[in-house]
Structures are given as structure tokens and as C-alpha cells.
T-cell receptor, first 114, second 115 residues
Framework: EAGVTQFPSHSVIEKGQTVTLRCDPI?????LYWYRRVMGKEIKFLLH????????ESGMPNNRFLAERTGGTYSTLKVQPAELEDSGVYFC????????????FGEGSRLTVL | AQSVTQPDIHITVSEGASLELRCNYS??????LFWYVQSPGQGLQLLLK??????LVQGIKGFEAEFKRSQSSFNLRKPSVHWSDAAEYFC?????????????FGTGTRLQVTL
């Protein structure tokens, strides 16, 4: 069974450009989460989807970040325009239920903004 | 608000030695507690979790953790470290609101294993 897949694994862009990160959850997992780790700091929650609905987006840092999950399958996280402080590793995770019984993380997408 | 503290940023142990990674949390209710490991080039892998019941939790790869409510701690232990355990370890507390859920992580502890 395929795990959580994220791509690109690494993206290098200039400040002001746009980047779109994609996450493919495990098949059948209704719950999808985005987290990010800025260099040297803790991994922080961004948002939680249940199917295509945003259940909690309290961690989204500002309106330059847009997450979507059309059709309740894969999700995208767009950063537009990117700023230097957006550099970090963006993790996606998925689970069947909402109560952490089995939460599977992807390998992360590293974003470098120059 | 909930928070997690991992006081040790970097720990070095010799292969075969015992290991204890510290984790303290702050949360008003009974917490869901987790330890994750990230090896180079890999995603986050769940080592173990505590929801309720026995406060000593066994995980994968020979790890265990003990929940101590009085100390707000959930320290990770391994009796004998292997070189392959070199990785970064994250403690986390889980919050479930009834409709949504999220993890709050500590800053991580990087483990180096010397041969």
C-alpha cells in the first residue's frame, strides 16, 4: 500500500514567485493535515481537511497561503507570493479517523525561498 | 494553550548505551502524547503513543515511554542504542476538539550515536 506522497521533494524559488506543493494521502483517508517546520523551530500545524472541507485552518500563517482539496482526494498548498520566511519543510499527513489512532506522514517538501 | 518542551537539542550516546530523551508538556486536560522519529531523508514515523491506561507504553524499535502526570512528562527511553537510531526525535501532544484534531510538537532532539 502506498504511503503519503508529497511532491516536489525540494523546490527552490525566488522571493515573490509562486509555489504549489502537492500531497496525495493514503487511499481512503478522509483526514488530511498540513504541517511545516521552519528552520530550527518546531513542526507547526497549518490545517486539517476532512474530505474536501477545511475543519481547522487556524495554523495558516497569512493569506499568502491557500490550501485546497478538491474532490476530497489529493491536496495542494499554494504560497503566493513566497517570502524568505516561508522557507522550511512542509509535511502532509493523513488518517482514517480524526483521533490520531493512525496518522501517517509524508517525507515532506522542502521549500527554499531565495 | 498547549505546548511541548524538549530541553535537549542535541544528544550524543555511544552505541549500546542507554538513552533517555526528555519531554514535558503543558495541557489542561488528559493529553494524547506521541513520539515521532525522523531519519535523514525520511518522513515522520510514529514510535509510540499514549492515550490512556498503562502509563508505560511500548513502541517500535525497542523504544518505550512513561507518562507521568505529576511531572507533566513523557520521556522516551531505550535500554541499548543502535547506530541506526541516529535521527531526530519529536515529542507531540494531540488536541482533539470533537470535530478537528492537531498535534503540537516540541522542537526536536537530534540523536547522534558514536561507535
Amino acid at each position: 500500500e502506498a504511503g503519503v506522497t508529497q511532491f516536489p521533494s525540494h523546490s527552490v524559488i525566488e522571493k515573490g514567485q509562486t509555489v504549489t506543493l502537492r500531497c496525495d494521502p493514503i487511499s481512503g483517508h478522509d483526514n488530511l493535515y498540513w504541517y511545516r517546520r521552519v528552520m530550527g523551530k518546531e513542526i507547526k500545524f497549518l490545517l486539517h481537511f476532512v474530505k474536501e472541507s477545511k475543519q481547522d485552518e487556524s495554523g495558516m500563517p497569512n493569506n499568502r497561503f491557500l490550501a485546497e482539496r478538491t474532490g476530497g482526494t489529493y491536496s495542494t498548498l499554494k504560497v503566493q507570493p513566497a517570502e524568505l520566511e516561508d522557507s522550511g519543510v512542509y509535511f502532509c499527513a493523513s488518517s482514517q479517523d480524526r483521533v490520531f489512532r493512525e496518522l501517517f506522514f509524508g517525507e515532506g517538501s522542502r521549500l527554499t525561498v531565495l | 494553550a498547549q505546548s511541548v518542551t524538549q530541553p535537549d537539542i542535541h544528544i550524543t550516546v555511544s552505541e549500546g548505551a542507554s538513552l533517555e530523551l526528555r519531554c514535558n508538556y503543558s495541557y489542561g486536560a488528559t493529553p494524547y502524547l506521541f513520539w515521532y522519529v525522523q531519519s535523514p531523508g525520511q518522513g515522520l514515523q510514529l514510535l509510540l503513543k499514549y492515550f490512556s491506561g498503562d502509563t508505560l507504553v511500548q513502541g517500535i524499535k525497542g523504544f518505550e515511554a512513561e507518562f507521568k502526570r505529576s511531572q507533566s512528562s513523557f520521556n522516551l527511553r531505550k535500554p541499548s542504542v543502535h547506530w541506526s537510531d541516529a535521527a531526530e526525535y519529536f515529542c507531540a501532544v494531540g488536541i482533539y476538539t470533537g470535530t478537528a484534531s492537531k498535534l503540537t510538537f516540541g522542537t526536536g532532539t537530534r540523536l547522534q550515536v558514536t561507535l
